[in-house]
């Protein structure tokens, strides 16, 4: 079935550093891509996302790369600043009509410490 | 002027009870997701409705029912509650479904069954 790997779970880094977080998905058949932040107590809410006829895709501090033979994507966060500290989730979708659905990964909790 | 709206944020009932929750969206949106965030905050797709017609029904026990009186709206009625309903239910909303585009969350409504 459809499924969404996301690793690490937890990530803590000391501000300035890279931030690193890796999904792989099985459904061969999915072609969005997006990432969304959730703070504390709070909704999530979309980064970046990448379509699959793209493979990388850049804002500002953050970059999303995807690999589809692999089924791999990343999401890369360089100099990373306390507030980017909240609960990072990966998603793939096929992007039909009938299976307009977000499959997110299990979260990556990331910490920044200044 | 908040894009996606739900209420109660926080709800609290006895097992056995019914209860609902409402979602509204001013976004101008065909599509609206019904989300069930567990305690392992993992996300996970309930229901999507597109423009009032149920396309994805995720295999959810037939205690929820979700009702989409027009395009704006969409609320979830959940009989004989249970502990395991105990979650935080996200509604969201995006543009048109199968376009694969960002998608709109609420702010969440945290329900406790206790």
């Known amino acids: 079935g459809e499924n969404v790997e996301q690793h690490p779970s937890t990530l803590s880094v000391q501000e300035g550093d890279s931030a690193v977080i890796k999904c792989t998905y099985s459904d061969s058949a999915s072609n969005y891509f997006p990432w969304y932040k959730q703070e504390l107590g709070k909704r999530p809410q979309l980064i970046i996302d990448i379509r699959s006829n793209v493979g990388e895709k850049k804002d500002q501090r953050i970059a999303v790369t995807l690999n589809k033979t692999a089924k791999h994507f990343s999401l890369h966060i360089t100099e990373t600043q306390p507030e980017d500290s909240a609960v990072y989730f990966c998603a793939a979708s096929r992007g039909t009509y009938n299976t307009d659905k977000l499959i997110f990964g299990t979260g990556t909790r990331l910490q920044v410490f200044p | ?114």
Request: glycine share 6%; charged share 20%.
């Open chain 2, 1 to 114: 002027d908040t894009a996606v709206s739900q209420t109660p944020k926080y709800l609290v009932t006895q097992m056995g009870n019914d209860k609902s929750i409402k979602c509204e969206q001013n976004l101008g949106h065909d599509t609206m997701y019904w989300y069930k965030q567990d305690s392992k905050k993992f996300l996970k797709i309930m229901f999507s409705y597109n423009n009032k017609e149920l396309i994805i029904n995720e295999t959810v026990p037939n205690r929820f029912s979700p009702k989409s009186p027009d395009k704006a709206h969409l609320n979830l009625h959940i009989n004989s509650l249970e502990l395991g309903d105990s979650a935080v239910y996200f509604c969201a909303s995006s543009r048109k479904a199968g376009m694969n585009t960002e998608a709109f969350f609420g702010q969440g409504t945290r329900l406790t069954v206790v």
